[in-house]
């Protein structure tokens, strides 16, 4: 990895702790941290393209709080800059995974997902009205499909990026 991915990879692992601590007190940092990786980044342009990827998680965390699976206190913006965080890593930090079969993805979001939020759970940040135990079992599945589909989809639209600059460098040479 590079020392780009590594520092993408430590940040987001504070990025995580300070959302999670800090919860929506902290919201403004979390977008500040956000706002530096775009002026880091060595894919400012992509980057841009796959944001639209955190709705589908916001989206399925949105579910999982109306089927009371999770509960929080307020309005979880923090957990919102937590899911475009998470996509910005990728391609970055987790570029090797897209590499990687698809069983071996599945197994990654079976396990870090649960862990994740069970950490968040720990640290006062959500509430699991099921419990621990079966809040596993409902996150496992839905985990191990999640970052299967993300890591699909940020490739795809990626690769279509790059599409487009070969095709528009080609036309304009």
Request: charged share 10%.
């Amino acid at each position: 990895m590079s020392k780009w991915q590594w520092a993408q990879l430590v940040g987001f692992y504070g990025f995580w702790l300070l959302a999670v601590m800090g919860q929506n007190s902290l919201a403004w940092l979390l977008g500040v941290l956000i706002l530096a990786h775009f002026m880091f980044t060595p894919s400012r342009a992509d980057d841009v393209k796959v944001l639209s990827l955190c709705l589908l998680g916001i989206a399925v965390d949105g579910v999982l709080t109306f089927w009371g699976v999770f509960a929080f206190n307020q309005w979880p913006i923090w957990l919102a800059l937590l899911w475009v965080g998470f996509v910005l890593t990728l391609d970055h930090s987790l570029r090797w995974l897209a590499a990687r079969p698809v069983w071996q993805q599945a197994l990654l979001g079976a396990i870090s997902g649960p862990i994740s939020y069970l950490s968040g759970w720990r640290l006062g940040a959500v509430e699991l009205p099921f419990g621990p135990w079966l809040t596993l079992v409902i996150l496992v599945p839905v985990w191990a499909l999640l970052l299967v589909i993300l890591v699909r989809l940020d490739t795809l639209i990626r690769s279509k990026c790059d599409g487009e600059k070969k095709y528009y460098g080609e036309k304009n040479s």
